[in-house]
């Protein structure tokens, strides 16, 4: 609720948590009221004495078996939805209109432009250190791979969290819809160096994208397994 969601996405995220926190809320304040009401009821009082509940009758197992019931159900509906948000995200792969490389090591990001020509792995591409530069509106694929350990491309914005692991291309998508300049972090521990892992994605119209682009030299593109 303090961090604008800027992804076409973003929103599905968001709803699924908010559907979770009341949920969850909700059946944490009931029970907590539950406890709170039978201490006070049940509290010892002079001349009554205690009673050996086994929970073996039929008035004494409902509270336990509809709260049970309903519980189950409310867990049904929150996998539901959070299979739904998933697929959309992670299973789902919309075609791309453009696509960037991202890689990561200890303890940087390098990010892999399209140049000029529009597509990735060409003579004109443009490589870039903690600073990925995308358009508004325009739905991206992203390879991301590690050169070492565990990491995790994180886009706070976007809610988009992925590890990368080593010797794997992990691909995703994700479609920015405002612009300006945005954290990227690295969601997974990954060495000493792990909290200066930081880097930017500047979210850009076409004409400013194009401007960017036309103001980069193209250098040899970056490629797995590369020393450069």
Same mark, same amino acid.
Request: glycine residues 8%; proline residues 4%.
């Given at each position: 609720?303090?961090?604008?969601?800027?992804?076409?996405?973003?929103?599905?995220?968001?709803?699924?948590?908010?559907?979770?926190?009341?949920?969850?809320?909700?059946?944490?304040?009931?029970?907590?009221? !539950?406890?709170?009401?039978?201490?006070?009821?049940?509290?010892?009082?002079?001349?009554?004495?205690?009673?050996?509940?086994?929970?073996?009758?039929?008035?004494?197992?409902?509270?336990?078996?509809?709260?049970?019931?309903?519980?189950?159900?409310?867990?049904?509906?929150?996998? !539901?939805?959070?299979?739904?948000?998933?697929?959309?995200?992670?299973?789902?792969?919309?075609?791309?209109?453009?696509?960037?490389?991202?890689?990561?090591?200890?303890?940087?990001?390098?990010? !892999?432009?399209?140049?000029?020509?529009?597509?990735?792995?060409?003579?004109?591409?443009?490589?870039?250190?903690?600073?990925?530069?995308?358009?508004?509106?325009?739905?991206?694929?992203?390879?991301?791979?590690?050169?070492?350990?565990?990491?995790?491309?994180?886009?706070?914005?976007?809610?988009?969290?992925?590890?990368?692991?080593?010797?794997?291309?992990?691909?995703?998508?994700?479609?920015?819809?405002?612009?300006?300049?945005?954290?990227?972090?690295?969601?997974?521990?990954?060495?000493?160096?792990?909290?200066?892992?930081?880097?930017?994605?500047?979210?850009?119209?076409?004409?400013?994208?194009?401007?960017?682009?036309?103001?980069?030299?193209?250098?040899?593109?970056?490629?797995?397994?590369?020393?450069?």
């Amino acid at each position: 609720m303090f961090l604008p969601g800027i992804s076409t996405y973003s929103s599905q995220v968001d709803n699924l948590f908010l559907l979770i926190f009341f949920v969850m809320g909700f059946w944490f304040l009931l029970g907590q009221g !539950v406890i709170l009401y039978f201490l006070f009821k049940f509290r010892k009082k002079e001349g009554v004495g205690s009673l050996y509940i086994t929970g073996e009758k039929k008035e004494e197992k409902k509270w336990i078996k509809w709260p049970h019931l309903v519980l189950l159900v409310c867990d049904i509906v929150m996998v !539901v939805f959070s299979c739904l948000v998933w697929y959309n995200i992670k299973q789902k792969m919309p075609p791309a209109e453009s696509t960037v490389r991202v890689i990561s090591q200890q303890w940087a990001w390098t990010f !892999v432009h399209p140049g000029t020509d529009g597509q990735l792995d060409t003579d004109d591409d443009i490589a870039t250190v903690d600073e990925l530069h995308i358009m508004v509106n325009t739905l991206y694929h992203y390879k991301l791979t590690s050169r070492d350990v565990v990491h995790s491309f994180s886009v706070p914005v976007f809610r988009l969290k992925q590890d990368a692991v080593p010797g794997r291309e992990i691909r995703g998508w994700f479609e920015a819809t405002q612009t300006g300049t945005y954290d990227i972090q690295c969601a997974e521990i990954c060495g000493i160096g792990h909290g200066l892992m930081a880097a930017k994605i500047v979210i850009e119209t076409e004409d400013e994208h194009q401007q960017w682009i036309a103001s980069h030299t193209p250098v040899t593109p970056v490629r797995i397994g590369s020393n450069n």
